[in-house]
């Protein structure tokens, strides 16, 4: 996408500016629209709802049960959904706090395209609570809980690579293991061979004597 003069923009993961609004205007997200990245697309929908006046959430994503890539993700509202009051066998187990949950449904879509570039399939807009339109230094675009999970999330995926390297260097040592035994159990069978050849010479010699 090409920036116009006087369009406010987001520079994406791969360098290329995405339009976030022009003049007044805003640029909402909208079905099929395309970029270089997940992370591109989290960088637009986090500057469209610090415009708009609401917090983004980093919700739920679907991987590839091959690799563990991750194929699409959910950004939404972090008004979504409800808390759940966490109770014991006698009472609350902590001190119930004022809930920022309101079940809100806005949210965006992003998928994974076979063309490479990440797309949006579905996007709603509608919030069910007011919008506050906050300067940007008075906002965190994640809470800690989204960092966190962001960061175990990473580590996974590391620990994943790092276990499927070490099966593949087992499995070679253990091919390597395979070859040397049949080899070993080759030249065990031919002493033994030679043994009974030896045997059976060394009986003959006797009979003779």
């Known amino acids: 996408m090409d ?10 993961s791969a360098g290329r500016q995405l339009i976030i609004f022009e003049g007044d205007s805003i640029r909402e997200p909208c079905e099929g629209m395309e970029f270089d990245s997940e992370e591109a697309a989290k960088i637009f929908y986090d500057e469209y709802a610090r415009r708009v006046g609401f917090v983004m959430r ?3 994503c ?5 690799d563990g890539r991750i194929l699409a993700r959910r ?3 972090n008004k979504e959904g409800y808390c759940v009051s966490i109770r014991g066998k006698f009472g609350p187990v902590r001190k119930p706090r004022p809930s920022t949950r309101e079940g809100c449904k806005a949210m965006i879509h992003v998928k994974f395209d076979k063309s490479g570039k990440w797309v949006i399939t579905k996007f709603v807009k509608e919030h069910n609570h007011p919008l506050v339109v906050a300067p940007r230094e008075a906002r965190q675009t994640m809470d800690e809980k989204d960092k966190k999970i962001q960061e175990l999330t990473v580590e996974l995926r590391n620990k994943k690579r790092l276990c499927a390297l070490y099966q593949e260097q087992l499995t070679t040592f253990m091919k390597v293991v395979e070859v040397h035994s049949d080899h070993l159990s080759k030249k065990v069978q031919n002493v033994i061979n030679n043994l009974k050849e030896f045997e059976s010479i060394e009986k003959e010699l006797s009979r003779n004597r």
């Open 62 to 66: 679907r991987r590839s049960e091959r």
């Open 58 to 60: 980093v919700m739920s």
């Open 3 to 12: 920036s116009d003069e006087g369009a406010g923009a987001v520079e994406g």
């Open 75 to 77: 950004l939404g509202c």
